[in-house]
């Protein structure tokens, strides 16, 4: 996929408030200091397109970015460790799951994971609670750049076999560096023939 076009176009508290579900939806979702916003900037080749921060909790907001005029990428606050107060804790939460239920055009959930660390019970259930409500999701492992590739994917298989302990089937995903790019290709791939499958489902139904 060629981005020719990515801006943002709105920031919204409430799930009802977001842009009309007109267009296939991608959500990028992870724990605090994940690299979400650097992901981001890499898969759409804008520095400053979604901002950075060494602050965690630093994206408060459902914010919209229109990608080719033709799909919607969403940055969802993160999850987990940030620190904010209870009470703002447990309104993005509700904010946040309101979203991953109620939006229509939700297509996937992209939920992100820093390779660095072995798995954290906090994506775990993360995870189960995206499987659990039927919504679809694949794994993106960040960071990559940081650590041996060996080290990434001694990590990414202690994931994929924890998970197996209470999945029947396992979510697809993906290794990524927002330093040199790793995984761009695969990861725009993915969205193209997801939205081309759509397309050619609707026109099926039509």
């Known amino acids: 996929m060629l981005i020719q076009d990515a801006r943002f176009l709105t920031s919204n508290s409430r799930a009802e408030d977001c842009p009309a579900p007109t267009m296939p939806e991608?959500?990028?979702?992870?724990?605090?200091?994940?690299?979400?916003?650097?992901?981001?900037?890499?898969?759409?080749?804008?520095?400053?397109?979604?901002?950075?921060?060494?602050?965690?909790?630093?994206?408060?907001?459902?914010?919209?970015?229109?990608?080719?005029?033709?799909?919607?990428?969403?940055?969802?606050?993160?999850?987990?460790?940030?620190?904010?107060?209870?009470?703002?804790?447990?309104?993005?939460?509700?904010?946040?799951?309101?979203?991953?239920?109620?939006?229509?055009?939700?297509?996937?959930?992209?939920?992100?994971?820093?390779?660095?660390?072995t798995p954290q019970a906090v994506d775990l259930e993360f995870m189960e609670q995206l499987g659990t409500e039927g919504v679809p999701f694949v794994m993106v492992f960040t960071k990559a750049d940081k650590q041996s590739s060996s080290r990434t994917s001694q990590n990414v298989v202690q994931y994929l076999e924890k998970m197996q302990e209470t999945w029947d089937e396992l979510p697809q995903y993906f290794v990524t560096s927002a330093e040199d790019k790793m995984g761009r290709e695969e990861l725009l791939g993915f969205v193209a023939d997801t939205n081309q499958q759509l397309a050619a489902q609707a026109g099926a139904d039509a």
């Open 26 to 117: 991608y959500a990028f979702i992870g724990r605090s200091n994940v690299g979400k916003s650097s992901l981001i900037n890499m898969l759409t080749n804008q520095k400053g397109l979604a901002k950075t921060s060494s602050q965690p909790g630093k994206t408060q907001l459902i914010n919209h970015f229109l990608i080719n005029e033709t799909w919607y990428l969403v940055d969802l606050p993160g999850y987990g460790y940030a620190r904010i107060s209870k009470e703002a804790r447990a309104k993005w939460a509700r904010m946040i799951n309101f979203y991953l239920r109620h939006r229509p055009n939700l297509t996937c959930v992209m939920v992100l994971l820093d390779s660095r660390h």
